[in-house]
């Protein structure tokens, strides 16, 4: 059983950057597709990012393209979601996600295990 932790979600001013980290233990996720995903107040879960099992195939929400980035360290069971020049709407509860399936998805119902997801607040 794989458990998901996130870290590194708090304040950041609009137009900074944030790292958010997902640790894996439990399992390792080296053969799992990855991702991220938020939800803000009031809103569905919505998807961010998705990262494919071997690192080099990643999908992207229109919102977030060219801003954030999603990365893997297999190594350390451990993957990212690099948030630049964040916006005031990018403020969400951010939780992590594995689906035994080697390839990415946006569809949160694919996806098997989920972290308790860590809080990014945006100030503007």
């Known amino acids: 059983q794989v458990q998901l932790v996130e870290s590194g979600g708090g304040l950041v001013e609009a137009g900074g950057s944030l790292r958010l980290s997902c640790a894996a233990s439990g399992g390792t996720t080296v053969t799992y597709a990855l991702g991220w995903f938020r939800q803000a107040p009031g809103k569905e879960r919505e998807f961010v990012a998705s990262i494919a099992m071997g690192g080099t195939e990643s999908l992207y929400a229109q919102s977030v393209k060219g801003r954030f980035t999603i990365s893997r360290d297999n190594a350390k069971n451990t993957f990212y979601l690099q948030m630049d020049s964040v916006k005031p709407e990018d403020a969400a509860v951010y939780s992590c996600?594995?689906?035994?399936?080697?390839?990415?998805?946006?569809?949160?119902?694919?996806?098997?295990?989920w972290g308790q997801g860590t809080q990014v607040t945006v100030s503007s």
């Open positions: 996600a594995a689906r035994n399936n080697r390839m990415i998805s946006s569809n949160p119902s694919t996806y098997t295990y």
